[in-house]
């Protein structure tokens, strides 16, 4: 049982490059997510998904962009990447989007640098 | 506005108790979680309370007071292990997680 697999794990672009940070789970949650955390901040609700072929935008979701074509991927592409996207994202999953116990399983994370 | 704090920094024994404090501030309130997390790994879940008390499990407790927007984590017989990043989250009248910043708590031989 993997989980949640994010990758890539390290990643160094320079600004205006774009690339797409994949993420999937095989528990079959219908939620799934991706948040950055920066030091000195909460973690921040990039974009997320309450099943296939809905998505939609969190906290700060600008520079983003998400699709949802099947339970298991949630990839999350960077348009056009700038200095201000340095940092260490995550992909999380849940089964119980509409609840409260609605407990996450992240995935390992992926620290991306843009130059 | 929205808002979780906590401590940014805690320091403690290894052996002791250390209580790490969360007080929030949010649009609605559908429970609270608590996650670890160890440098350069992902948050896990520790424990969620949605009414008011301690919930125990094994070293770690966790309470609720929703009158005061107030929860702690309380970690017992403290191990090096427990070396990390605890982080407090709020979920809103719209189930969406607020997250504070977390403590990182240190603890020493």
């Known amino acids: 049982n993997a989980g949640v697999t994010q990758t890539p794990k390290f990643q160094v672009l320079k600004t205006g490059q774009s690339m797409t940070l994949q993420c999937a789970q095989d528990?079959?949650?219908?939620?799934m997510s991706w948040y950055r955390q920066d030091p000195g901040m909460g973690l921040r609700l990039i974009h997320y998904?309450?099943?296939?072929?809905?998505?939609d935008q969190g906290e700060v979701p600008n520079g983003y962009n998400v699709s949802r074509s099947t339970t298991e991927d949630f990839p999350l592409r960077l348009l056009s990447a700038a200095p201000s996207q340095t940092s260490v994202y995550f992909c999380?999953?849940?089964?119980?989007?509409?609840?409260?116990?609605?407990?996450?399983?992240f995935g390992a994370g992926s620290r991306l640098t843009v130059l | 506005g929205q808002n979780i704090d906590q401590p940014t920094e805690m320091t403690a024994t290894e052996g002791a108790i250390v209580q790490i404090n969360c007080t929030y501030q949010?649009?609605?309130?559908?429970?609270l979680f608590w996650y670890q997390q160890h440098a350069g790994e992902a948050p896990t879940f520790l424990s969620y309370?949605?009414l008011d008390g301690l919930e125990e499990k094994g070293r770690f407790s966790s309470f609720l007071s929703r009158s005061k927007g107030y929860s702690y984590l309380l970690l017992k017989e403290l191990q090096m292990k427990d070396s990390a990043s605890y982080l407090c989250?709020?979920?809103?009248?719209?189930?969406?997680?607020?997250w504070g910043a977390g403590t990182k708590l240190i603890i020493k031989p």
């Open positions: 999380a999953s849940s089964a119980n989007p509409g609840s409260g116990a609605n407990v996450l399983t």
């Open positions: 998904s309450v099943g296939a072929g809905i998505t």
């Open positions: 989250a709020v979920a809103d009248s719209n189930y969406q997680l607020i």
């Open positions: 949010t649009s609605g309130f559908n429970g």
């Open positions: 309370n949605v």
């Open positions: 528990m079959n949650h219908e939620y």
